[in-house]
Each structure stands twice: as C-alpha cells, then as structure tokens.
C-alpha cells in the first residue's frame, strides 16, 4: 500500500511543483496519475521512491515512512518503467534484465531463469532474445524487455513513467492489452504516469487528475467520466466522455443472453413463420455445438422462397468476443453497418447477442444515474 499525505514540492527557486497531495493507493492497485505537463505527476511519482526528496508531508510505503528506509533498497523493491526504456546497450536482454537481481547479489543460476520467466510473460521466446542486445530489437520489444527489467527482482511496487509513449499506435495499444493481461496474473501495485485520458481510463484501477501540482479528483475512471468534479475535468476528459465509457463496459453488460437462433439445415418455410412469429427481421444461424454460422434476413427468405437456412443465410459477419469492450463493439457495428451483433466465446459459440438500442439504453441508465448525460459543473 502507498498512501500520500499532504505531500509538497517546493524547489530552491521558489516553484511550487507539488501543492499537498493526499491519496492511497491500496495493493495490487494500478493507479494512473493523469493530467497535462507541468502538473507534478512525474514528480510525484519520483518521490516515491526518492528520486526527488520531499519538501513537506508524508510517503508512507506498507506503513512506513519512505524516508526512514534506506533509499538504494528502497528503489530495490520497486520496479521502475521509462518512455525513453533506459536499457543498457553494451548488456544482453537477459543482462539488462537481471540488473537489479544482480545489485541483490542473486546466483548466476537465478538470476538466468528469472529473465526466461520474465521473457516468456511478455511474449518473446527466450531462446531468441536472452542473448541479443538493444541495438537488434525493435521498440517494441525493447519496451517489453525494459517493462521486464522492472520485473527482475519481482518487487511488489512498480513505477512507469509513460512507459508507452514513444512507440506507435498500434504497438503501443497491443502493449497496453498484453500488459493489462499480465497485471491480471501478477497484482502489483502500480504507479503508472500519462498525459493520456484515454490510456489512463483503459489502464487505471483509479486516476489522480493533478492540473499546476494540485489534485483535482481521485477517483475510478468510470466516476471521473461519469461526474467530473469541475469543469476543468470535464474539458480534461473531453466532451466525449460518453464514448470513452464504452470503454469500461463489456459487451456481456449489454447483451441479450438466449437470443433465437435457427439450424442451417431449416427449411426456409418454417423459418419464416418464426420470424412472423417473433416479430423480427433476422435469426442468428448457428451449427450443432452452437456455433455461430451467420445471419438470415426476412427480405432473402421471401427472395429465395424454397429451400434451406444454408441457401439464403449471409456468413461473412462481424461478431464480438465476450470480454469485448463496448467501444470496439461499436465500431464493429458501423463498420458493417449493422445495429445488431452476435457474442461468442474464444470457440466462436453463440453467446448472447449485443444490439444498438441495448447498447444506448444501457449508457443512458449510466449517465442517469450519475446526474445525467451532460450536467453543468462548478468552475
């Protein structure tokens, strides 16, 4: 556990970068401080471990003051994760990697299964990487060695100071996911830095939102979207906020859970007395086993007339895994312009069914229950 109390960074100059700050962050937690440069998020972080002294107030670290610990075994027992990643040039990647069980005096023994461990969980074989150097790897495999690096001793704390911010789009995204996978199975507790809102919505247990060494609102992502606290987190957040809370919920929050479905092997006849009988337009197709097979529309049963499900069903449809947030299930929606989409598990089995206005009524409940979709905050 960490806990800030009334924390304060004053500088020789007279600038105040840090004004008493005062939140907790409880273990296993990964809590994102947040907000535009110059707030003193990044020095925040850094007194954590000491790398800055602190000028006033209280770090406490499982209890303890973290200026009546020793400092080099202090910033032993917290993992620490750069932008700009810091790896060494002239080590290998399995060097690099065991620098601070090195400095914790771990046998050579140790210290070579650790960086495989470490290599395995962020998806590079070992075989191929624990002997090559920097120079050889691309960014992003750099920054997975330098979030592995933070990782060699196993310290229960880890601090990352943008620790994406200097790769491209795509990896930086794919980064973001294999790592949310991967705090799912380790449980840190985690400091984690970004000028992003919607990195820090997708990463964070909680947000700190700090604007000129203040903090301004500490709180779950979903709250700080929901009911900002001031207008200046309001126009932070962004005036689709709306849309990033599709973010923070999952298709099975939305979908329908036994949706009717037809066999391929359906005369077309009877199925269009279902759709008759239900009142809809579509039924989802699916194969023994439950298998999502496609879709069939009411306009191509009368169209075909004779026959079966498999002469007039359409296969090449968009489908959401369950797990899925409700933002890229949207865009899977547009994408097909469709307002309706099937749910399946990893096995492609039918799930449930995820449609547009289930989806809009489910943001509405949110916001309503919140103070409504676009409150007016106090300055």
């Given at each position: 556990?960490?806990?800030?109390?009334?924390?304060?960074?004053?500088?020789?100059?007279?600038?105040?970068?840090?004004?008493g700050v005062t939140f907790e962050i409880k273990e296993g937690e990964l809590c994102v401080l947040l907000g535009p440069s110059g707030c003193g998020k990044t020095t925040t972080m850094k007194m954590i471990n000491r790398l800055i002294p602190i000028t006033e107030g209280h770090i406490y670290i499982d209890g303890t003051d973290n200026r009546e610990m020793d400092e080099n075994e202090l910033r032993r027992e917290m993992g620490y994760a750069i932008q700009e990643i810091g790896l060494f040039p002239h080590m290998t990647v399995g060097e690099n990697i065991a620098t601070v069980p090195t400095l914790k005096k771990w046998s050579d023994e140790e210290k070579k299964e650790r960086a495989r461990n470490l290599l395995n969980l962020m998806g590079m074989d070992p075989d191929e990487f624990i002997d090559k150097y920097?120079?050889?790897?691309?960014?992003?495999?750099?920054?997975?060695?330098?979030?592995?690096?933070?990782?060699g001793a196993d310290p229960p704390i880890m601090l990352m100071d943008e620790p994406f911010g200097a790769i491209d789009p795509i990896t930086r995204d794919r980064l973001q996911d294999e790592f949310l996978k991967i705090q799912n199975e380790i449980q840190k507790t985690i400091v984690f830095v970004t000028h992003d809102i919607n990195e820090a919505i997708k990463m964070g247990d909680k947000v700190a939102l700090l604007k000129e060494g203040k903090l301004i609102q500490y709180s779950q992502p979903a709250e700080l979207l929901a009911a900002p606290k001031n207008r200046f987190v309001r126009d932070f957040v962004g005036s689709d906020r709306t849309l990033k809370s599709l973010r923070l919920m999952k298709v099975d929050e939305a979908m329908k859970e036994s949706p009717r479905v037809v066999k391929e092997d359906q005369d077309l006849e009877s199925v269009g007395r279902i759709m008759e009988e239900e009142g809809v337009n579509y039924l989802i197709v699916v194969e023994n086993g439950n298998k999502l097979k496609g879709w069939i529309n009411?306009?191509?049963?009368?169209?075909?007339?004779?026959?079966?499900?498999?002469?007039?069903?359409?296969?090449?449809?968009?489908?959401?895994?369950?797990?899925?947030?409700?933002?890229?299930?949207?865009?899977?929606?547009?994408?097909?312009?469709?307002?309706?989409?099937p749910v399946v598990d990893g096995n492609?089995?039918?799930?449930?069914?995820?449609?547009?206005?289930?989806?809009?009524?489910?943001i509405g409940e949110t916001y309503t229950e919140s103070g409504g979709k676009h409150p007016e905050v106090p300055r």
């Open positions: 556990m960490i806990k800030l109390e009334n924390v304060k960074k004053v500088y020789q100059d007279g600038t105040e970068a840090v004004k920097p120079s050889e790897l691309s960014g992003g495999q750099r920054q997975r060695v330098g979030v592995a690096r933070s990782l009411r306009e191509d049963v009368e169209e075909t007339g004779q026959g079966k499900v498999t002469d007039a069903m359409v296969t090449d449809t968009g489908a959401a895994e369950i797990g899925t947030n409700l933002a890229d299930a949207l865009t899977v929606m547009l994408e097909r312009d469709v307002a309706n989409i492609n089995s039918l799930r449930g069914l995820l449609t547009f206005n289930d989806l809009q009524g489910l």
